[in-house]
């Protein structure tokens, strides 16, 4: 079943210790390369991805450009940058396949939210990119005119928790796009939020396998993605694992 739909898979982490690894709140994670990935994924019929700079690579690019370069060209990255990033520098990262901007409100390790609405204009007018946030729900209400005020932004792990998902909804319903991954992260009911969120905006739901699942209470699983089908359907569920996230990553 693993197999029956392209997946891209819209959210995971490369963990390569030849490059530096700083200790987040005294967490360093276990080695994930991309061979690691790519045996973990191989009963899946993956079609590209978003590699996902995590707090412990804080604005590190070496390792992700690596990445990319081994998985190809369906394959983007979505980096940390320091505000004081220049213009050729990041049109240099667009060129090597990064084509998302992450701030990491959860764990730390990316520039501060201050710098959000002018670093999210600017990189989106210079090369299209979009942000990411990895924040809990409990958070939006305070930035929900901000977040609605740029161009395009995604939310990681379906805002964590049940306090604020009202407020995720009404973002998915203005455009703001919904990674459904991190399954385990989730205070609150997977399906309902799927469905919620599916029926608020079919077009916000962006499936990821959030492997290695750092930090996660359960690792992945095979049986989130088969959640999604059982939850939404097979057609919806197209959608989720391909189209949204390639019409996002991907615009023509």
Not at 82 to 106: E, V, W
């Amino acid at each position: 079943m693993l197999n029956t739909l392209p997946l891209f898979d819209s959210h995971f982490h490369i963990i390569d210790d030849q490059y530096p690894l700083i200790p987040n709140q005294g967490y360093l994670p276990d080695s994930f390369t991309v061979q690691s990935y790519l045996k973990r994924t191989s009963d899946y019929q993956i079609c590209g991805g978003a590699v996902v700079s995590g707090s412990f690579q804080g604005f590190d690019q070496n390792y992700l450009i690596n990445t990319l370069k081994q998985l190809g060209p369906q394959f983007f990255g979505v980096t940390q940058l320091p505000a004081s990033t220049t213009d050729p520098q990041i049109i240099k990262l667009h060129q090597s396949g990064i084509r998302a901007l992450r701030f990491n409100l959860k764990r730390g390790g990316s520039e501060d939210i201050a710098h959000l609405s002018r670093m999210a204009h600017r990189v989106y007018e210079l090369v299209g990119w979009h942000v990411e946030l990895y924040i809990d729900s409990s958070d939006l209400a305070i930035l929900y005119t901000q977040l609605t005020n740029l161009p395009a932004v995604s939310i990681d792990h379906l805002g964590l928790t049940k306090t604020g998902f009202n407020t995720l909804i009404k973002l998915a319903e203005k455009g703001i796009k919904v990674k459904a991954s991190g399954f385990s992260r989730i205070n609150f009911d997977v399906k309902t939020a799927l469905t919620t969120l599916y029926t608020a905006n079919p077009s916000a739901l962006m499936f990821g396998t959030d492997l290695p699942s750092t930090r996660a209470p359960i690792p992945y699983q095979d049986n989130d993605f088969i959640t999604v089908i059982d939850t939404l359907g097979e057609e919806a569920a197209n959608a989720i694992f391909s189209q949204n996230a390639l019409d996002f990553y991907q615009p023509k």
